[in-house]
């Protein structure tokens, strides 16, 4: 009876912790749109994608190992009408996250929040608008500002 009570609690719990994020607030608020797809990525998958990468590198597995989820939102259409409404959402929740980096130029816009909790980032959404496309990169977990800054960095190279 006690592992039951616990079970149900535990899922609960997780429940009502993935739905706090980010991407959970926004898939809710467009629940019957189809133009909107999602994908969620364990730290395991993402542990068993660098496995087969020749490349290894410890320190990212080291920070994966940190995370507790990716899920990443996109849709090939409408991308200002999302983008500014995952926006809005952002603002209406502007007491939950920070601004930490947001860059534009003729065909792109890129916001980046954090949310941090006892001054430890625990959550990293990317709000990306590129033509007609329109993407979030939801991070949960805890993160570093080398997560972070490699991050940036490789949006930096995306870009020059």
């Given at each position: 009876?006690?592992?039951?009570?616990?079970i149900?609690?535990?899922?609960?719990?997780?429940?009502?912790v993935?739905?706090?994020?980010?991407?959970?607030r926004?898939?809710?608020?467009?629940?019957?749109?189809?133009?909107?797809?999602?994908?969620?990525?364990?730290?395991?998958m993402?542990?068993?994608?660098?496995?087969?990468?020749?490349?290894?590198?410890?320190?990212?597995?080291?920070?994966?190992?940190?995370?507790?989820?990716m899920?990443?939102?996109?849709?090939?259409?409408?991308?200002?009408?999302?983008?500014?409404d995952?926006?809005k959402?952002?603002h209406?929740?502007s007491n939950?996250?920070?601004p930490?980096?947001?860059?534009?130029?003729k065909?792109?816009?890129?916001q980046i929040?954090?949310?941090?909790?006892?001054?430890a980032?625990i959550?990293?959404?990317?709000?990306i608008?590129?033509?007609?496309?329109?993407t979030?990169?939801?991070?949960t977990?805890?993160?570093?500002?080398?997560?972070?800054?490699?991050?940036?960095?490789?949006?930096?190279?995306k870009?020059?």
């Amino acid at each position: 009876m006690k592992r039951f009570i616990l079970i149900n609690t535990l899922s609960l719990l997780a429940m009502f912790v993935s739905a706090q994020d980010f991407a959970s607030r926004f898939l809710a608020a467009h629940k019957s749109d189809t133009n909107l797809s999602c994908v969620t990525i364990s730290p395991k998958m993402m542990e068993e994608i660098l496995k087969n990468d020749e490349q290894k590198d410890e320190d990212v597995l080291q920070i994966i190992a940190n995370l507790k989820s990716m899920q990443m939102l996109s849709s090939k259409v409408k991308g200002k009408y999302y983008y500014d409404d995952a926006l809005k959402v952002m603002h209406k929740n502007s007491n939950r996250f920070e601004p930490f980096l947001s860059f534009s130029d003729k065909s792109e816009k890129c916001q980046i929040m954090i949310r941090k909790k006892n001054d430890a980032i625990i959550e990293l959404v990317m709000l990306i608008h590129e033509n007609t496309h329109f993407t979030v990169i939801n991070f949960t977990g805890t993160m570093s500002s080398e997560f972070i800054s490699k991050l940036a960095g490789s949006m930096k190279q995306k870009h020059s």
